[in-house]
């Protein structure tokens, strides 16, 4: 891939991590961390809850709970309810793009492009979706939602949800969680997933270009 056709991404990935930092310094985390430890017992619930509708509603962003979250809970609980919130998430947008996603996308682009779309899948199919679970982090809606208009078996997809990011929140519990020090540290290192995204992303859809244009 050229030099040129990185630096979209590039310039992404930097404005991207640019906001990450500034959020982390200008974000008033103390008083949505108070909204949700004023739930008392239920406040891992709540914040699971919250996190895993921003990517069901996929224009709202997770950032602003994030930080909440590693005040009040810490690293390692954060991480691991950001996993549970992703596996929710991931599953109800499979299953609404599932029950009502492809009659839209027929309308909207027509069944010859559709066509295009299965056949997309199926050259990239189960492995693509491997790697975006391992590099994706917690950037599940767009996948989700793409997967559910596919031919993919539920159970092949719930497997890969649930199993594929188990090295990375491994990684944190047991390694980067007990280096984590403080809120940049942490914003840090829940954005490093990002990078291999990026780049991985752009590189599937190179492939799927060049295959096209043949």
Do not use: C
């Not at 895993?52 to 954060?78: D, I, M, N, Q, Y």
């Not at 899948?121 to 590099?135: C, H, K, N, P, S």
């Not at 997967?147 to 990375?168: A, D, E």
Request: glycine share 6%; proline share 5%.
């Amino acid at each position: 891939m050229k030099i040129k056709r990185l630096l979209p991404y590039v310039f992404i990935l930097t404005f991207v991590g640019l906001t990450v930092y500034l959020l982390s310094e200008s974000i008033s985390s103390d008083k949505v961390a108070d909204i949700v430890k004023s739930t008392g017992p239920l406040a891992p619930l709540v914040f699971i809850s919250l996190f895993a509708s921003t990517h069901v509603l996929a224009p709202l962003s997770a950032s602003p709970l994030l930080f909440p979250a590693f005040l009040l809970f810490g690293a390692k609980p954060t991480v691991f309810y950001m996993y549970l919130a992703t596996v929710i998430s991931s599953f109800t947008n499979f299953w609404i793009s599932k029950q009502w996603g492809r009659s839209l996308v027929i309308k909207l682009v027509g069944n010859k492009n559709m066509q295009k779309i299965d056949e997309f899948t199926e050259y990239y199919g189960v492995g693509a979706l491997i790697f975006l679970r391992l590099f994706s982090g917690y950037m599940t809606d767009f996948v989700s939602y793409a997967y559910g208009l596919t031919k993919i078996k539920f159970s092949v997809y719930f497997l890969i949800s649930i199993l594929v990011p188990i090295p990375w929140l491994l990684f944190w519990q047991l390694y980067v969680g007990n280096r984590v020090d403080g809120i940049k540290d942490f914003a840090v290192w829940v954005y490093i997933p990002i990078i291999p995204f990026v780049f991985i992303t752009s590189l599937f859809i190179y492939k799927f270009k060049k295959k096209r244009s043949k």
